[in-house]
T-cell receptor, first 115, second 114 residues
Framework: DAGVIQSPRHEVTEMGQEVTLRCKPI?????LFWYRQTMMRGLELLIY????????DSGMPEDRFSAKMPNASFSTLKIQPSEPRDSAVYFC?????????????FGEGSRLTVL | AQTVTQSQPEMSVQEAETVTLSCTYD???????LFWYKQPPSRQMILVIR??????QNATENRFSVNFQKAAKSFSLKISDSQLGDTAMYFC???????????FGQGTRLTINP
């Protein structure tokens, strides 16, 4: 079975540009999570969805960040406009049964560099 | 808010040795879950082992085992007969029962030397 698929794997962009990161969760999983990993702050939960509905977006840093999940097999994380401090690895993860004590399956991450 | 602390930023051992990674956490809850995730150079986070707080028995997965001390809020990971492929970042993580937010520690970079 395919795991969580993220694209792009690497992205380099200039400050002010729009960035869109994509995620395809594991088929049948009903929860999806977006995490950000930086050296300074480690792994932070940005937002998560249950059954395509955003449940908690308190980790989204500011209005420049937005996430959508139009259907059970696709999610996007958008940054507009991007800033150098957004440089990080962004992980998408999915789980069955809402992740209550269960395993989160992570994608390989999207490394974003904003110049 | 729950916090997870890994006090060892880096560790290094020889192949075949046993190594123990430390993790402490802070919570006022009684029921929760604890995890160890591995992040190899490929970057993907992989679950190593999981423990339910209500279970007294320590979880074991092949060469990986935990020492769960609930009163001390300690959750260490022991890797026996370490292998070169165990080289990775290891993250301790916490999740409240009935919640979905996984809170991670800062990570321990483990190097297994030949």
């Amino acid at each position: 079975d395919a795991g969580v698929i993220q694209s792009p794997r690497h992205e380099v962009t200039e400050m002010g540009q729009e960035v869109t990161l994509r995620c395809k969760p594991i088929s049948g999983h009903n929860s999806l999570f977006w995490y950000r990993q930086t050296m300074m702050r480690g792994l932070e939960l940005l937002i998560y969805f249950n059954n395509n509905v955003p449940i908690d977006d308190s980790g989204m840093p500011e209005d420049r960040f937005s996430a959508k999940m139009p259907n059970a097999s696709f999610s996007t994380l958008k940054i507009q406009p991007s800033e150098p401090r957004d440089s990080a690895v962004y992980f998408c993860a999915s789980s069955l049964q809402g992740g209550f004590g269960g395993e989160l399956f992570f994608g390989e991450g999207s490394r974003l560099t904003v110049l | 808010a729950q916090t997870v602390t890994q006090s060892q930023p880096e560790m290094s051992v020889q192949e075949a040795e046993t190594v123990t990674l430390s993790c402490t956490y802070d919570t006022s809850e009684n029921n929760y879950y604890l995890f160890w995730y591995k992040q190899p150079p490929s970057r993907q986070m992989i679950l190593v082992i999981r423990q339910e707080a209500y279970k007294q028995q320590n979880a074991t997965e092949n060469r990986f085992s935990v020492n769960f001390q609930k009163a001390a809020k300690s959750f260490s990971l022991k890797i026996s007969d370490s292998q070169l492929g165990d080289t990775a970042m290891y993250f301790c993580a916490f999740m409240n029962q009935g919640a979905q937010k996984l809170v991670f520690g800062q990570g321990t970079r483990l190097t297994i030397n030949p």
